[in-house]
């Protein structure tokens, strides 16, 4: 695969994502949001769901948290971030890199959640039941 730069690579995702149907939010300029903070943020009203991702280029690295300079404040890190939302039942976090566009990013974005049954999908405004029709749940 072609090298790409992170940009450009965001910009793919985000034209996928948009395909597929999903709102995608993103950082313009990163130096005014939170240190860590997630590259897209992403919902899709129909299959309801919630979607973080982290972009790296193939030989990118998730910041550590640190400390601010003043030292009075911690700064999380990328690593932080992803370790939270995965922690979040409902949320969706990935980390993806260029080699994802081979596919797997795709299949991610076009996944459908398959109720059990119809009775179970949760309705606007409301919140599935936990181990319900979520990912990675049972």
Same mark, same amino acid.
């Given at each position: @695969? ?40 992403m ?5 309801? $769901? ?15 948290? $640190? @400390?601010?300079k ?36 795709e ?13 179970? $999908? ?17």
């Open positions: @695969m072609q090298l790409i730069t992170e940009k450009e690579f965001q910009a793919t995702v985000i034209d996928l994502a948009r395909t597929y149907g999903w709102i995608v939010g993103f950082t313009y300029d990163a130096r005014k949001s939170e240190p860590g903070e997630p590259d897209l943020r919902v899709h009203p129909v299959q309801r $769901r919630v979607i973080f991702a982290e972009l790296k280029t193939t030989k990118g690295r998730l910041t550590k948290g $640190r @400390m601010n003043a030292g009075s404040r911690w700064l999380p890190g990328q690593d932080e971030w992803g370790d939270a939302l995965e922690s979040c039942p409902g949320v969706e976090y990935y980390l993806w890199r260029p080699d994802g566009l081979n596919g797997e990013i299949r991610i974005l076009r996944y459908v959640i398959e109720w059990p049954h119809d009775d179970e $999908r949760p309705r606007p405004g409301t919140a599935p039941r936990p181990g319900v029709g979520t990912p990675g749940q049972s």
